[in-house]
C-alpha cells in the first residue's frame, strides 16, 4: 500500500510575471532643461550683442602678427616641456637615490622652485645679466678659460624657456616620481637578481610601466604650459598674447582681440587634448577596458550615478 501522501501532487501554478518598472530621474530631465537655457541665452548673446565684434575677430583671427606669436607661443610650450621632462625625470631619479646628499639636492630643487611664482622666475631668468654680466667656463674657485655675454647668452627668448622650463622640472619630477613608485618593488628585485644595473632597470623595466601613470598629469601640464606662455608678455617676448596686446593697444578694440587669442588658445589645447587621449590608450592596454574613458566623455559605462 502506498502512502496517501505520494499521490500528492507538487503545486505546478507559474510564478507571477515580474514587471520591472525603470527607475526615474526627473532631476536630470530638470539639470538638463537648466542648462539648455543657459546655453541657448549664451548663444543669444554671441549672436545678438555687437559688442563682440565678430568683423574685428575675422579680420585679425589669421593675420601675420597673430600668426608668429601663435608659432612663438608653440615654440615656447615644446622647448619649456623639453626641459620640464627631461630635467624632471633626473630629479626624479635623484630624488629616490639611496645618497642622502643627492636626495637632498634635489629636494630642495623642487622645494625651491615649486615655491616661487612662475613669472618671478621668468623675469628673473630674462635679466640674469644684471646680476651677471658675462658667464665663464673654467676650474671652480680658480681660473677661467672662456666668457661669455649674459645678454648675447641669454636672451629674453631663452629666459623666458629657462623660466617656463625650470619650474616645470620641478612639477614633472613630483609626476614621474609618483610613476616610478607605482610600479612593484618586486620587479625591480627580480631585475637585480638577473645582473641588471640600475640604469637598465630603470630604462627597461620601471619607466615603460610608470608610463600609465606618468602620461595623463603630463598631458595636463602640457596644457597648463600652452597657456602659462602668456605670461610671457609681461617681458614682451612676442607671443600670442603680446602681439594680440600690441594690436589692440593700437587700435583699442580689446574685447575682439582677447577672442582672437582665446580661439587660438582653444584650438592649440583641443588638439593636444586629442594627441593626450590616443597617447594614454596607447600606455593603458590592458589595464582600461576598451569602452572605458572615451575621448569627449563618450563611451563609458554606465553606472547608477546622474
Known amino acids: 500500500m502506498t502512502s496517501p501522501d505520494t499521490d500528492e501532487r507538487p503545486d505546478r501554478t507559474p510564478p507571477e510575471k515580474i514587471v520591472a518598472v525603470p527607475v526615474r530621474h526627473p532631476g536630470r530631465w530638470v539639470a538638463a532643461a537648466v542648462l539648455l537655457v543657459f546655453v541657448a541665452m549664451l548663444v543669444n548673446s554671441l549672436v545678438t550683442n555687437?559688442?563682440?565684434?565678430?568683423?574685428?575677430?575675422?579680420q585679425f583671427l589669421f593675420s601675420e602678427r597673430v600668426l608668429q606669436g601663435l608659432w612663438l607661443?608653440?615654440?615656447?610650450?615644446?622647448?619649456?616641456?623639453?626641459?620640464g621632462v627631461v630635467l624632471g625625470?633626473?630629479?626624479?631619479?635623484?630624488?629616490?637615490?639611496?645618497?642622502?646628499?643627492?636626495?637632498?639636492?634635489?629636494?630642495?630643487?623642487?622645494w625651491f622652485f615649486r615655491g616661487t611664482p612662475v613669472l618671478v622666475q621668468v623675469i628673473f631668468w630674462s635679466f640674469i645679466a644684471i646680476?651677471?654680466?658675462?658667464?665663464?667656463?673654467?676650474?671652480?674657485?680658480?681660473?677661467?678659460?672662456?666668457?661669455?655675454?649674459?645678454?648675447?647668452?641669454i636672451p629674453i627668448f631663452a629666459g623666458a624657456v629657462l623660466g617656463?622650463?625650470?619650474?616645470?622640472?620641478?612639477?614633472?619630477?613630483?609626476?614621474?616620481?609618483?610613476?616610478?613608485l607605482s610600479v612593484d618593488q618586486g620587479q625591480?628585485?627580480?631585475?637585480?637578481?638577473?645582473?641588471?644595473?640600475?640604469?637598465?632597470?630603470?630604462?627597461?623595466?620601471?619607466?615603460?610601466?610608470?608610463?600609465?601613470?606618468?602620461?595623463?598629469?603630463?598631458?595636463?601640464?602640457t596644457i597648463s604650459m600652452l597657456k602659462t606662455t602668456s605670461l610671457a608678455s609681461v617681458i614682451a617676448v612676442g607671443d600670442?598674447?603680446?602681439?594680440?596686446?600690441?594690436?589692440?593697444?593700437?587700435n583699442l578694440q580689446q574685447v575682439p582681440l582677447l577672442v582672437v587669442a582665446s580661439i587660438w588658445y582653444l584650438v592649440l589645447t583641443s588638439l593636444l587634448s586629442i594627441a593626450q587621449y590616443f597617447i594614454e590608450r596607447r600606455y593603458s592596454r590592458g589595464t582600461i577596458p576598451a569602452r572605458q574613458g572615451g575621448f569627449l566623455g563618450l563611451g563609458r559605462p554606465k553606472t547608477g550615478l546622474a
Open 188 to 221: 625591480t628585485e627580480a631585475a637585480e637578481a638577473l645582473g641588471m644595473t640600475r640604469i637598465k632597470i630603470l630604462r627597461r623595466i620601471v619607466l615603460p610601466q610608470a608610463m600609465r601613470v606618468i602620461i595623463p598629469p603630463t598631458g595636463n601640464e
Open 240 to 250: 600670442l598674447f603680446t602681439q594680440v596686446q600690441l594690436i589692440y593697444g593700437g
Open 131 to 153: 646680476l651677471y654680466p658675462t658667464l665663464s667656463l673654467g676650474i671652480p674657485f680658480g681660473p677661467e678659460f672662456v666668457y661669455f655675454d649674459s645678454n648675447v647668452l
Open 73 to 83: 607661443t608653440i615654440e615656447l610650450t615644446l622647448l619649456a616641456m623639453v626641459i
Open 89 to 110: 625625470v633626473v630629479v626624479a631619479v635623484m630624488r629616490l637615490s639611496r645618497n642622502p646628499i643627492v636626495s637632498t639636492v634635489a629636494w630642495l630643487y623642487a
Open 164 to 180: 617656463f622650463g625650470l619650474n616645470e622640472a620641478a612639477y614633472m619630477s613630483e609626476i614621474v616620481r609618483a610613476g616610478i
Open 50 to 58: 555687437p559688442a563682440w565684434r565678430w568683423d574685428v575677430v575675422w
